[in-house]
C-alpha cells in the first residue's frame, strides 16, 4: 500500500502515541514494526513496480503506422508523385492473449505472496529482537543483585582481614568474585543496550520516539506447552514461501504451453494501407488509390523453435525440482522448530519448578542454620549466590523458548528460517540494566 504525505504524517503521530514514554510489549513492537518499518514500506512500494511491469506484460504491442511521399517536386505534378501509408498490427499477440493473461495473473500473485513472506519476516524479527532486548536486562538485573551479595561478602572479608580472623588468599576470593561480577555486569549492560538497539533499528524509530522501555523480565512459561501433532501438515499448508514456489511451477507451466503453441510461427503480422498515385497524361493529370493489405510470418527453416522449447522445458524442470525441495525443507524445519519448542519448553520447566525450589530451600535452611550460629556468613553467602546463579539459568532458559516459539511460527507461516535453541546459557548470561 502506497502511503501519501499525509498518511506517513498521520502514521508517525500514531507511532509517536505507541511507544514515546511507554514500556511496549512484544505485540505492540510488532503493530510498530509493520506501521513504521522503511524497508517493509519499500517491500509493498515494490508491489506497486511489480503490478506495473506484471500488467505491462500483457498489453497489446501498438500498431505500426509507416507514411511515406513519393516522387516530391516531380515535373508537371504538384507537390508529389505518390503518397503511400501502411498500418501493421502483429496477429499473434491476439492470439497468445488469454495465455499472457493468465501468466501475468500468476507473477502478480507471486509479487503480493512475497509482499506478505516480507511483512511475516519483520514482525518475526521484530519478536525476536524484542526478547533479546527484554532477556538482556532481566539477566542484567539478576547480575545486580548478585553483585550486591558478592559486595557484602568482600567488604566483609575485608573487616575480617584486619582483625587477622581471614588469611589474605580467602579475603582475594572474595574480592576477586566482586571484581568479576563488575566486569560481567558492565558487559551484560552494554549487551542490553546493544539489543534494544537492534529493536529500535527494527521498529524504524528515531528521534524522541527512541525514549521507550521494554519489560524488565521476559513473560513466565505458559502453563503448557501446545501440541502440534499435525506440524507438518500445517507447515505446508501455511507457509508463503512453498505457495511462491507452487505458483513458479504453474508460471513455468504456463510459459511452456505459449512456447508449444508458438513454436513453429513467432512472427505473425497483418499490413494494410493504400497507395495513392498521380499521373500525367494528355496534360491531364490522373489520380489512382489502390488499397494494400499484406500478410508477414516468419518460414520456420533455421529455427524450428526445438531450443526455445527444450528451454521452457528445462525451466519447468528446474521449477519442479525447486518446489520438491522447498517442500522437504518445510517438512523438516517444521519438526525442528516444534522439538526446539518442546524441548526448551521442558528444560525451562525444569529449572522453574526443580531447580529453583531447591535452590530457594537450600538458602532458607543456610539462613536458619545461620542464624543459630550453625554455619559461618561465608556459607550462607556461597549458597545465596548458588540460588542467584540459578535464577541466571532459569531466565536464559526462559529466553531460548520464547525464541524457539517465536522461530516455530516462522516454520508455520514463514518469515525466516526456523531454528533450534540457542547455545545454553553461561552462569552469568548477557544483559544490561532493567529494561530503559
Known amino acids: ?51 506495473a511491469d506484471v500488467w505491462q506484460s500483457i498489453m497489446q504491442p501498438n500498431p505500426v503506422v509507416s507514411f511515406g511521399v513519393l516522387g516530391i517536386n516531380a515535373d508537371g505534378l504538384g507537390a508529389y508523385r505518390a503518397i503511400e501509408g501502411m498500418i501493421a498490427f502483429n496477429l499473434l499477440s491476439v492470439f497468445t492473449q488469454p495465455d499472457r493473461t493468465k501468466l501475468a495473473e500468476l507473477r502478480f500473485t507471486q509479487a503480493q505472496l512475497r509482499a506478505v ?19 538482556g536486562f532481566e539477566q542484567a538485573g539478576l547480575i545486580r543483585d548478585a553483585q550486591s551479595t558478592a559486595d557484602a561478602g568482600s567488604e566483609l572479608a575485608a573487616r575480617l582481614g584486619d582483625t587477622g580472623f581471614l588469611n589474605k588468599a580467602e579475603q582475594a576470593r572474595e574480592h576477586a568474585f566482586f571484581a568479576e561480577l563488575s566486569g560481567q555486569r558492565a558487559k551484560a549492560r552494554l549487551e542490553a543496550q546493544m539489543a534494544k538497539e537492534a529493536l529500535t533499528r527494527q521498529l524504524g524509530l528515531w528521534g524522541t520516539e527512541v525514549d521507550y522501555f521494554v519489560p524488565n ?11 502440534r501433532s499435525g506440524i507438518e501438515a500445517e507447515a505446508l499448508s501455511g507457509r508463503v ?29 497483418l499490413i494494410a494501407g493504400f497507395e495513392k498515385e498521380r499521373e500525367l497524361e ?11 493489405i499484406e500478410l508477414e510470418f516468419a518460414i520456420p527453416i533455421f529455427d524450428s523453435g526445438k531450443a526455445r522449447l527444450k528451454r521452457a522445458e528445462a525451466q519447468y524442470l528446474i521449477a519442479a525440482h525447486q518446489l520438491a525441495e522447498r517442500a522437504v525443507n518445510v517438512r523438516s524445519e517444521a519438526r525442528s522448530a516444534y522439538a526446539a519448542y518442546s524441548g526448551t519448553y521442558k528444560i525451562a520447566r525444569h529449572y522453574r519448578d526443580a531447580v529453583l525450589p531447591l535452590r530457594r530451600t537450600i538458602e532458607e535452611e543456610a539462613l536458619l542454620s545461620y542464624n543459630g550460629m550453625i554455619t559461618n556468613t561465608f556459607e550462607l553467602l556461597a549458597d545465596t549466590r548458588g540460588r542467584l546463579n540459578a535464577n541466571l539459568m532459569e531466565a536464559e532458559a526462559r529466553r531460548e523458548f520464547w525464541l524457539a516459539d517465536a522461530n ?12 533450534g535453541a540457542a547455545g545454553g546459557g553461561a552462569e552469568v548470561a548477557a544483559g544490561g540494566d532493567a529494561g530503559h
Open 217 to 227: 523480565n521476559l513473560p513466565r512459561l505458559p502453563g503448557r506447552a501446545r501440541a
Open 1 to 51: 500500500m502506497l502511503m501519501s504525505a499525509q498518511d506517513i504524517e498521520a502514521n508517525a503521530k500514531r507511532v509517536h502515541g505507541l511507544v514515546h514514554k511507554k514500556t511496549i510489549s512484544a505485540d505492540t513492537a510488532v503493530q510498530v514494526a509493520l506501521l513504521n518499518n522503511r524497508g517493509l514500506q519499500a517491500s509493498y512500494a515494490e508491489l506497486g513496480v511489480s503490478s
Open 282 to 292: 494528355d496534360g491531364v493529370r490522373e489520380t489512382e488509390t489502390t488499397p494494400q
Open 408 to 419: 516455530m511460527m516462522a516454520a508455520i507461516y514463514g518469515g525466516g528460517a526456523a531454528s
Open 117 to 135: 513472506e516480507d511483512t511475516l519476516r519483520v514482525a518475526v524479527d521484530t519478536r525476536r529482537a524484542w526478547i533479546e532486548a527484554v532477556s
Open 241 to 269: 514461501d512453498l505457495a511462491i514456489a507452487k505458483l513458479e511451477l504453474q508460471a513455468n507451466a504456463q510459459a511452456r504451453g505459449m512456447e508449444n503453441a508458438t513454436r513453429f510461427v513467432t512472427d505473425l503480422e
